[in-house]
């Protein structure tokens, strides 16, 4: 750990160069929210140097702007300097000064078309890096264990979160600050899905993509819809980046008319995948009956993420949509069956997802079960183990043991953490966090830059907001019982944590308060 943080020093000093001429701006802008969050945090516990408000201020700000998240991308949420276009827009907005996508300068109009009324440009944070010196120019000592312990274990102690797993470790040293029950397994619910998303991109890598085809029988004329498990894939007009089916449906009508065929016989693929499709809940509005065709991921209605009702067969329904599809362009065919593709078949077409690294960002920003079981079910394939729930669980946890992850008590059943015989500890999650920020493992990155934002993205959005916003990034999980949050926080030093909290308690709405409250105070924490 010493050559990383002698590694990325001089980057460190240089963001902090880029990004001190706005800390002062965006110090002004952010003392009410500073005094909310000391609001929020300072009657549960005080730490054992209270943080003066400027000090809290420049850390906050440099948090938000450099965000030392150890991650450098130019995928899924992210933009070409590593710097989300949420916190992106907030920093234009405490500014005022427009940008390229943010409006334009005060003394312009909007119909102006003279140097004076085009758009600004954006202010830009420096590219995410490992945080040890959080973009200030200076790497602060790592923080005391027993300060962060008198600090978050009175929070940790309320009643509300029952039982628990916590741990909270510094990634750029790898030393544990916080443990308690920390190797403790519990029901971690959704916080499975870091594991998953760590395993798939261990195992595939991060620009692997999942293919959709079609291919034509030559002895019986038979079009065939191959499902390649791409649980991404649509058929909405607008899809968003995403493999489209009416695109496919497209390419697919275009080889026939080449070949002067305007009718043919339509079947369907999905026996990529093994196994029972329906997960062990039963029929669920949280998660379609895994299969390796679908489209829309079953949805009835016209929702990206969240609850919905499903359809009881993705791959018939899917079937169906691209019959429509086809004969919208002039190829007739029959009513879709299922059947399995040759190895004589010919090639007619095919879309391909986004890489991996977008799935799995979607997957944990959304908190999108779908995705997490198809990947599970990937990793399983990649494996050689067998695509059904079981394989995948198994594969999951042999690729965390490759990574040299700590297992002991681990239980993997799923991969969307909606299975209550998952097991997980909060020392695991804390070491596969810091893993995906350890620079020898830039294939893991996306474990981290798909994490919720605090006050921005996902199952965040609507949390945080009168606290650490843009500062704490975090997996939630919430099953009747089961609370969890794990990810990562800039604390006022600049130093990045990774924290994991695994409770057992009933009441929901209490522990998830007291969760809250507790990245908020790391947040706050000057615990060096």
């Not at 000391?38 to 003066?52: F, L």
């Not at 059947?339 to 959304?366: F, G, H, I």
């Not at 965040?460 to 949050?485: E, F, H, M, P, W």
Request: with cysteine; proline share 6%.
């Amino acid at each position: 750990m010493t050559r990383v943080a002698e590694a990325v020093r001089p980057r460190l000093a240089r963001a902090g160069q880029a990004v001190r001429p706005r800390l002062a701006r965006a110090a002004t802008a952010a003392k009410p929210r500073v005094a909310r969050l000391a609001r929020a945090v300072s009657p549960q516990a005080t730490g054992p140097r209270k943080p003066k408000t400027w000090q809290y201020t420049a850390g906050a700000a440099t948090a938000g702007l450099a965000l030392a998240a150890g991650v450098v991308t130019a995928a899924g949420p992210w933009d070409s300097t590593g710097q989300r276009t949420a916190e992106r827009d907030w920093a234009a907005a405490q500014d005022s000064t427009g940008g390229a996508d943010h409006g334009r300068s005060a003394d312009s109009s909007d119909s102006a078309d003279t140097a004076g009324g085009e758009p600004r440009p954006a202010p830009s944070a420096a590219s995410v890096l490992t945080g040890l010196g959080g973009g200030t120019g200076a790497v602060n000592a790592v923080p005391n264990g027993k300060a962060v312990a008198g600090l978050v274990g009175p929070l940790l102690a309320d009643p509300a979160l029952g039982r628990r797993s916590a741990a909270i470790i510094d990634v750029a040293s790898g030393k544990r600050l916080y443990g308690d029950g920390a190797g403790s397994a519990l029901t971690p619910a959704s916080t499975t899905k870091i594991a998953t998303a760590a395993a798939a991109l261990a195992a595939l890598g991060p620009d692997h993509r999942l293919t959709t085809r079609t291919a034509l029988e030559p002895d019986t004329g038979e079009l065939v819809l191959v499902g390649g498990g791409d649980p991404t894939l649509t058929a909405r007009a607008d899809a968003e980046g995403w493999a489209s089916l009416r695109e496919l449906a497209d390419r697919t009508a275009e080889a026939l008319k080449k070949q002067n065929i305007r009718q043919v016989t339509l079947s369907y693929d999905k026996t990529l995948y093994a196994g029972p499709e329906l997960h062990p809940i039963g029929m669920n509005p949280n998660l379609a009956p895994v299969s390796a065709l679908t489209a829309d991921e079953g949805r009835t209605d016209d929702s990206t993420s969240g609850t919905a009702k499903r359809v009881e067969d993705p791959a018939k329904d899917a079937a169906s949509q691209f019959a429509s599809l086809l004969a919208d362009r002039g190829i007739k065919t029959s009513a879709p069956g299922p059947s399995k593709a040759t190895d004589r078949a010919q090639p007619l077409a095919r879309v391909s997802s986004p890489p991996l690294s977008s799935l799995v960002e979607r997957m944990l920003t959304n908190s999108d079960n779908d995705i997490a079981e198809h990947l599970a079910r990937q990793i399983a394939l990649a494996s050689g183990a067998r695509a059904d729930f079981d394989g995948a669980g198994q594969a999951i946890a042999a690729q965390l043991k490759k990574l040299g992850l700590p297992m002991a008590g681990i239980a993997v059943k799923d991969g969307s953490g909606l299975n209550r015989d998952d097991k997980l500890t909060a020392h695991l999650l804390t070491a596969l966090l810091a893993k995906a920020a350890d620079p020898a493992h830039p294939e893991l990155r996306a474990t981290l830059t798909g994490l919720p934002v605090a006050g921005f993205t996902g199952t965040l959005s609507s949390r945080y907001t009168d606290g650490a916003a843009g500062i704490v990034r975090a997996k939630t999980g919430s099953l009747t019982g089961v609370n969890a949050l794990a990810g990562t926080v800039v604390d006022q030093d600049g130093r990045l944590l990774a924290f994991a909290f695994l409770a057992a308690g009933d009441d929901v709405g209490a522990a998830r308060a007291a969760l809250d409250r507790t990245a908020t105070a790391l947040a706050a924490c000057g615990c060096g």
